[in-house]
């Protein structure tokens, strides 16, 4: 796989807190085993020597995920007359990498629906959540320029995993994060209450399970830090003013601020229509029609989702 950068921040910070990072990463054991789609899906983020044309062939022998795909190029989306019949003739119009991000939707939200978790966790609101900071971490990187823009989907995917982690770990301390994020004290992120009762962030365990499973260093050095992208390594902006982090922090708020949140009532969604998240990247003049296309690509998605 190729490397990209240098980890600057691995062992001495991810392994500060190892004993329950270590039960974390186990508790991917409890996670549905991936599928040889999505291993390959996985693979093509690495510049892997994979070919499109059997990764096509592979998507077509899953009926489900294959109907979900034409299903998505069909769409009013991409404004097409004629009828789409195969993925082959989906990548020509998609284009490879759209056509990896669809199908990693969707064969991501397959295997989380089938996830074991606690009462009152709803899979359905995380992965929503998720997918919609995927795709607007995906138009983001149009306009903003930043290393390893083709990881931005994936990095938003993926950038809450270690919500998911501490769910399926412990129902005791997923309920007391949530208890304490709205305690008499008054409002408190999800990440401060973490690191009081863990001494770990879901950012570091999302990053940690990247890391595991071989994502390229790009992405889950951009999860790693996407609640405080000034905190990104010299190393994750090359040439650009902007992180990847950047980018996923921005849509990750951005689509909480749409009411688009893991929990019913998020104590961490604020009532706002100036979306200032995107206003720090630069985005001011353009928010109208980022949004619009936003809102587009997510409500034809996430009807399959």
């Not at 549905?32 to 059997?54: C, H, I, M, W, Y």
């Not at 097409?80 to 056509?99: D, Y």
Request: hydrophobic share 45%.
């Amino acid at each position: 796989m190729m490397v990209f950068f240098a980890d600057s921040f691995s062992v001495t910070t991810m392994l500060a807190n190892e004993s329950y990072q270590e039960k974390a990463i186990k508790s991917l054991g409890r996670l549905p085993p991936f599928s040889l789609v999505l291993n390959r899906l996985l693979a093509t983020l690495g510049n892997e020597d994979v070919s499109f044309a059997k990764l096509a062939v592979l998507i077509e022998k899953d009926t489900v995920l294959a109907g979900n795909v034409l299903r998505m190029v069909n769409s009013a989306l991409y404004g097409r007359r004629g009828t789409i019949n195969s993925v082959g003739h989906a990548i020509a119009i998609m284009g490879l990498i759209k056509l990896r991000n669809t199908a990693l939707s969707f064969a991501v939200s397959r295997m989380w629906k089938n996830v074991r978790t606690p009462r009152g966790w709803s899979s359905a609101r995380f992965n929503l959540h998720s997918l919609a900071t995927a795709i607007l971490s995906d138009h983001l990187v149009q306009h903003v320029p930043v290393s390893y823009p083709e990881g931005a989907f994936a990095a938003g995917l993926f950038h809450d995993l270690g919500k998911l982690l501490i769910a399926t770990v412990s129902v005791d301390d997923s309920e007391n994060i949530l208890r304490l994020t709205s305690g008499p004290e008054g409002f408190r992120t999800s990440e401060e209450c973490e690191l009081e009762l863990l001494g770990c962030s879901h950012a570091e365990l999302s990053a940690l399970a990247l890391q595991h499973w071989n994502l390229p260093d790009p992405v889950h050095m951009a999860v790693r830090f996407h609640h405080h992208a000034e905190q990104s390594p010299p190393e994750a902006y090359g040439a650009f003013t902007y992180t990847l982090a950047h980018v996923v922090q921005a849509a990750d708020e951005t689509v909480k601020h749409l009411g688009i949140t893991i929990r019913a009532v998020d104590a961490e969604q604020e009532e706002t229509l100036e979306f200032p998240a995107l206003k720090r990247i630069g985005l001011e003049e353009k928010i109208p029609i980022i949004l619009a296309n936003f809102e587009s690509e997510f409500a034809t998605l996430k009807s399959a989702a």
